[in-house]
């Protein structure tokens, strides 16, 4: 499991107007786990990461925390 950035997720999608079930809708991830993704904190499989920055067209590193973010 890995620690995602959810700052830069709720960035992306308020960038491309997203809520919650449109992100869920886009990425085919259950609208549970698309919730979870952006609540600090939250983890996510690498499955899960690789379909976000598939969809936003970034890098999966740039989706997970770094240790010395906050």
Do not use: C, H, W, Y
Not at 1 to 20: A, D, G, P, S
């Amino acid at each position: 499991m890995f620690i995602v950035n959810t700052k830069k997720i709720r960035q992306l999608m308020f960038e491309r107007e997203l809520n919650i079930s449109a992100l869920a809708k886009a990425t085919n991830l259950n609208p549970f786990t698309a919730r979870k993704i952006v609540t600090d904190g939250a983890t996510a499989t690498g499955k899960v990461v690789g379909k976000l920055a598939n969809f936003f067209g970034v890098d999966g590193n740039d989706l997970l925390l770094k240790e010395d973010q906050s």
